[in-house]
């Protein structure tokens, strides 16, 4: 087992209120509670960029493939590329209920959005592919099996 090891430390501008780390290593992506997401570089720490994403927190994020996908207190998921910051898309969420839960499919072609009871599956373009609607209660967690090939 490997030991964990100290590499740097990074100024999230507000308190941290969720973290991803790329599958190479190369990122660092932190949420906030005041709606700043932060990426360092996965290596050095390195600011690579910092923005306002969304209004009143971030409450998830996920880097995979190049892309970055956020999910915050406005009701809105938003995609954006990692190494530039350019937002692709904003996917809008419930009304009334914040987008609590993301994650990118195994091969980073499809990101699953959880907004209160509806989960939807967008592309990489943002494109709604699929919409999941009127669980019993709040959608609390999300996760796609990683060793899969669908």
């Not at 090891?5 to 290593?25: M, N, P, Q």
């Not at 956020?70 to 995609?79: P, Q, V």
Request: aromatic share 6%; net charge negative; glycine share 14%.
């Amino acid at each position: 087992m490997e030991d964990l090891r100290y590499r740097f430390r990074g100024d999230a501008a507000d308190y941290a209120t969720c973290l991803a780390v790329s599958d190479d290593g190369a990122h660092v992506a932190v949420g906030n509670g005041a709606g700043g997401l932060t990426v360092l570089d996965g290596t050095s720490g390195a600011l690579r960029f910092g923005r306002e994403a969304h209004a009143g927190g971030v409450q998830a994020i996920d880097l995979a493939g190049g892309l970055g996908v956020s999910g915050g207190n406005d009701g809105k998921a938003r995609l954006f590329d990692v190494a530039s910051g350019l937002e692709r898309a904003v996917i809008e969420g419930e009304p009334r209920a914040w987008v609590e839960h993301v994650a990118f499919s195994p091969d980073a072609k499809v990101a699953a959005v959880a907004s209160g009871k509806v989960l939807r599956f967008v592309d990489r373009d943002g494109v709604v592919l699929h919409r999941i609607e009127a669980a019993p209660s709040t959608i609390a967690g999300l996760a796609w099996n990683k060793k899969s090939t669908e």
